[in-house]
């Protein structure tokens, strides 16, 4: 079974200060992953997503994650954060089961963004 | 023009009762989903439909009945609600839902408040 980890429910910076998410995977096939961000009462908005065509990839908003195979990993990061990217994080793998495809969510990380 | 709506939007009711959620996405796809979102932010799939056919059904209780009228359309309905079931129901749609690498997008949600 494939499944995602992310480490820290919590991660507080400062404003224009670096943004770092961490994500790690277990898969037994190729993964593909996404990150989602979820801002206070709306749903699910893409972030990014690795598909194998390029390790670093680059999302809306400033963000970008790199595919790290040795590291089984897929941080999200920010070079300079900003009050509007406080949020809920996600971290997700794709599998195929049952003859359809499924995301399979990590538990989150919530970002808070200060002064 | 919302890719994916929900109606309603809040959902507060009696145990026992049954209630209906309804999803239409106007994107085009293919493929329909519902997610349940808990009280800690843990989202987990919980149906899959395909052209009105289900295709993923993630040992989700027989109380929870899902209808697809048609491909833009999913609805989720709940026979003899309990206060287990309180959370936010997240409807989604993806282009095809065989494709690993397909993005999901994602209705505002429905908050479901069992009394």
């Known amino acids: 079974a494939q499944s995602v980890t992310q480490l820290g429910s919590h991660v507080s910076v400062s404003e224009g200060a670096l943004v770092l998410l961490r994500c790690n995977y277990s898969?037994?096939?190729?993964?593909?992953l996404f990150w989602y961000v979820q801002y206070p009462n709306q749903g699910l908005q893409l972030l990014l997503k690795y598909t194998s065509a390029a390790t670093l990839v680059k999302g809306i908003n400033g963000f970008e994650a790199e595919f790290k195979k040795s590291e089984t990993s897929f941080h999200l990061t920010k070079p300079s954060a900003h009050m509007s990217d406080a949020a809920e994080y996600f971290c997700?793998?794709?599998?195929?089961?049952?003859?359809?495809?499924?995301?399979?969510f990590g538990t989150g990380t919530q970002l808070k963004v200060e002064l | 023009d919302t890719a994916v709506s929900q109606t309603p939007k809040y959902l507060v009711t009696q145990m026992g009762n049954d209630k209906s959620i309804k999803c239409e996405q106007n994107l085009g796809h293919d493929t329909m989903y519902w997610y349940k979102q808990d009280s800690k932010k843990f989202l987990k799939i919980m149906f899959s439909y395909n052209n009105k056919e289900l295709i993923i059904n993630e040992t989700v209780p027989n109380r929870f009945s899902p209808k697809s009228p048609d491909k833009a359309h999913l609805n989720l309905h709940i026979n003899s609600l309990e206060l287990g079931d309180s959370a936010v129901y997240f409807c989604?749609?993806?282009?095809?839902?065989?494709?690993?690498?397909?993005?999901?997008?994602f209705g505002p949600g429905t908050r479901l408040t069992v009394l």
């Open positions: 989604a749609s993806s282009q095809d839902g065989a494709g690993r690498t397909d993005t999901q997008y």
């Open positions: 898969s037994s096939v190729p993964p593909y």
């Open positions: 997700a793998v794709s599998s195929y089961t049952g003859g359809g495809n499924k995301l399979t």
